[in-house]
Structure formats: C-alpha cells, structure tokens
C-alpha cells in the first residue's frame, strides 16, 4: 500500500473483529499505519512546555516555537501563578497522589471542600468527583441507567456519553443535532420506557451552543430529566462561569451536570453534581468512581483555585469571547468556514480535502502554528477540518500572528483546490 492509497482508509475502515484472536489487529492494519505515517506523525506529538498561547513541541526531534491554537487551557488558568501555587503548596503537604479509591482511603479534606465548593458553584444539593473526564461521564450514565433504558443523546454527543450508555446496558437513541422536533419524536417514540435527555452545553467539533430554551420545552412536556456535558462551557461561560446553563438561566431546569476539570478548569477529572439522592446511590454504583483512585491531591488543590478565581473574575471570560470573536470574524474576513461556531471552539472547515488537512498541519507547524487537525470519523468525510481552541491568554498579536499563517496556508491551498475543481 503506498502513501496515495492509504489516504483512501480512515480508522473507520478497521474496526471489524476479521481475525481469530483479539490480540491480533486486522491484517492490513499495520501496513496502513506504516504507508500512513505522513498522518500518523501529526497526532500525539510532543509539547515541551506549559499548554500557553506561545509554547514549543517537539517537530522531528528539534525544538519547535509555535503559537498554540491546540490547548484547552480557556481561560489561560494552566499558568496562572495562583493555580501553580495552590497545587505546589498541596504536593508539599499531601504529597503525589491520594494512594486509594475515595470509598476507602483515598479522599481528603481538600476533596471534601472541593465537593462543597461545586455544590456552592451549582447550586445542587450535592457533587461528585471523578479521576478523569472521560470516566466521569462513563461513570454517571453506567450508574444511573440499566438494560431497557433508553438515553436519548444530541447526535454530536462526546463518545464518553455514547460509551457509558453502552456499559450500562442501555439504548442510545440518537436525535438530530439541537432540534426540538427530532428530540419530540425521539421522547414520543419511547413513552413508558426509563429514559434521560443527554446534551453538551458548546458542542466540540463545531462551537455551537445547545439550544437549551427549546430542547427543554420539549424535555418538560414529556417529563424527562436531563443531563448536560459542559466540557467546553463551564468557567468559560456564564455570569459567573456556570456554562451554558446558567448563560440561559436554566440551572434548575437540568437534573444532572457534568463537566470535566481538563479545560477551563486546565487540570484533569471531572464533577457531577445534582439532587442528593441520585448521587447518594451513583456514588456505590458508578464504578470509574468506586473502583478507582481519587484525584490527587494537588490537581484538587488546583481545581479548587481555579474555581475561585474563574468565579471572582468576570473579565477572564469577556476576554475569552472578545478574542473568539475576533478570530471568527477576522476569519470570515479570509472567506473561512467556521460552520455554526458562536464560540471559542473554532472550526476551520477544509470540507471533503482530506488530503490537505495532513499537509496543512505540517505547512502550519513550519511556519509556527500549532492547531489541532479533525479528519473522519470524528467529522464527516465532507467535513473534514482544524479546531483551534482560543484563549483568553492570547493576545492580539498572537491571534494575527496565527491568521497570517492560515492565510498564508490554508486559504492558498483551498482557492488552488477550488480552481483545479473549476477547471476539471
Ligand atoms: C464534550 C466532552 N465531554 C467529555 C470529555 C472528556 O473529558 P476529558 O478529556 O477531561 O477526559 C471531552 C474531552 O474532550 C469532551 O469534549
């Protein structure tokens, strides 16, 4: 298989259990990812310092300056002095790690204040921690649901939220992406089962937001609980950071939320957070959360400061939108696609030209940009594109620094691409 041909093949095309022993991958795996390592290079590369608007990775073994348009660190908090002291200051007291499942040893006082703090913050009865973002949606959903169940999920829902409806046993039903109607037919087809509503709050391939005044007209008349994913929104949105629930003022509206520490928060794990009796039980049947160990100490700590500052101070999150803004419109201005991105979650849609995304990463990264590529399955085939996560930390020369290189890049390869179209 040469270069040509394996980019015809996508991750999509070697899931099947062809062979007799699960240790051994489809046959023609191997030579795939070796006839593909021009794409294969581009993921898991290696940063050599702090997820920063400006930071250096690793390019072919050398170092590498770039401006950082890859990080979720949202609110610049990954760096802020308060966050790296508050976790220093819990390292020298508590040590590396909390050595237990937070059943038996592995909770602390500084888990216990955190679990309040959420609870102050969501104005929920009660909140539960997770070791890790994935595993703390895995986790809710495995917990609550069981067999004949049905969690009817926004169909551009994270895999974590399709993965821990599976584990449970339970149906995915997926409805069309924020439309009320397809959530109406979903809810009306199912009556009489056990169901939830599962939506995100910024979805993140696209940066739109959940149309929540609408879905949740729908989820009411039915009479079905929701829970939220606010990955990409909490701390970046809302008055006070409470995501896009509070951004809509429907924090009492939405039964269960859920968002993970590894993005604005610019740590790891993730909370829950909801009516006491729900958690009560979750608490002794999310297994990600029994039969695991607790955060360590310093990454609450952290957490735990991050939360203060990103609720003391509103200007991080104006910031934070000035600078999508700008970016998205400055964008435009170039004749990008941003899709239906209305927030720092940015889209640079190529469409079908897979092609061009892996040599578009490499033209970026010789030129100093570092921007996270999406190629399919994760998007659709047609839809192919760079996610660039804005900061508030970004300044507006790093911004202009950025958009001179995608001009540079990204729009001359695809008006070449649409001129060679025209002409064939
Ligand atoms: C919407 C959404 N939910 C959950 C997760 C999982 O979070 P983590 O990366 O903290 O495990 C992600 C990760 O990107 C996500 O985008």
Redesign the pocket.
């Known amino acids: 298989m040469d270069a040509g041909q394996a980019s015809r093949f996508s991750l999509a095309d070697f899931f099947g259990p062809e062979t007799e022993d699960p240790l051994e991958p489809p046959s023609d795996y191997a030579e795939w990812r070796s006839a593909s390592t021009w794409a294969t290079g581009l993921y898991e590369r290696r940063m050599l310092a702090a997820p920063a608007p400006r930071t250096e990775i690793d390019a072919g073994g050398s170092r590498h300056s770039v401006v950082n348009l890859a990080s979720?660190n949202y609110l610049g908090l990954a760096t802020h002095p308060e966050t790296v002291a508050a976790a220093k200051a819990a390292l020298d007291h508590y040590g590396t790690g909390a050595c237990g499942s937070p059943v038996l040893s592995g909770k602390t006082d500084l888990h216990g204040a955190l679990e309040s703090a959420l609870v102050d913050f969501t104005g929920r009865e009660a909140a539960l921690l997770f070791n890790?973002?994935?595993?703390?949606?895995l986790g809710t959903l495995q917990g609550l649901l069981r067999k004949g169940d049905v969690a009817v999920i926004d169909d551009k829902?994270?895999m974590?939220?399709i993965d821990g409806t599976k584990l449970a046993g339970a149906q995915v039903l997926p409805f069309s992406h924020n439309d009320p109607e397809s959530l109406d037919e979903a809810l009306t087809r199912t009556k009489g089962k056990r169901r939830l509503v599962v939506v995100?709050g910024v979805?993140?391939m696209d940066g739109d937001v959940a149309d929540l005044p609408a879905l949740l007209e729908v989820t009411e008349r039915h009479g079905v609980g929701v829970m939220i994913?606010e990955?990409?929104s909490i701390l970046a949105m809302g008055k006070t950071g409470g995501g896009v629930t509070e951004h809509f003022g429907a924090e009492s509206r939405i039964a269960l939320k859920?968002a993970?520490?590894?993005?604005a928060f610019a740590s790891?794990?993730?909370f829950v957070a909801g009516r006491s009796r729900t958690l009560e039980y979750l608490r002794y049947y999310a297994n990600p959360y029994g039969f695991s160990c607790a955060l360590p100490p310093p990454v609450v700590a952290s957490v735990l400061k991050a939360l203060e500052i990103a609720r003391r101070d509103d200007s991080l999150r104006s910031r934070l939108a000035e600078n999508a803004t700008y970016f998205r419109t400055q964008l435009h201005a170039l004749g990008i696609d941003t899709g239906t991105s209305t927030t720092h979650v940015v889209p640079i849609i190529l469409g079908p030209h897979r092609e061009l995304l892996y040599m578009l990463s490499y033209a970026m990264l010789a030129r100093g940009l570092f921007v996270a590529p999406v190629d399919y399955p994760s998007v659709p085939e047609d839809q192919v594109r760079f996610r660039a996560s804005i900061t508030a930390a970004h300044t507006r020369a790093d911004l202009d620094e950025a958009l001179n290189i995608i001009e540079g890049t990204v729009v001359k390869a695809l008006r070449n691409a649409r001129q060679v179209k025209a002409a064939s």
């Open positions: 979720y890790s973002g994935f595993g703390g949606a829902s994270h974590c939220l995100e979805y993140s994913d990955a990409h859920y993970t520490f590894s993005k790891c794990g993730s």
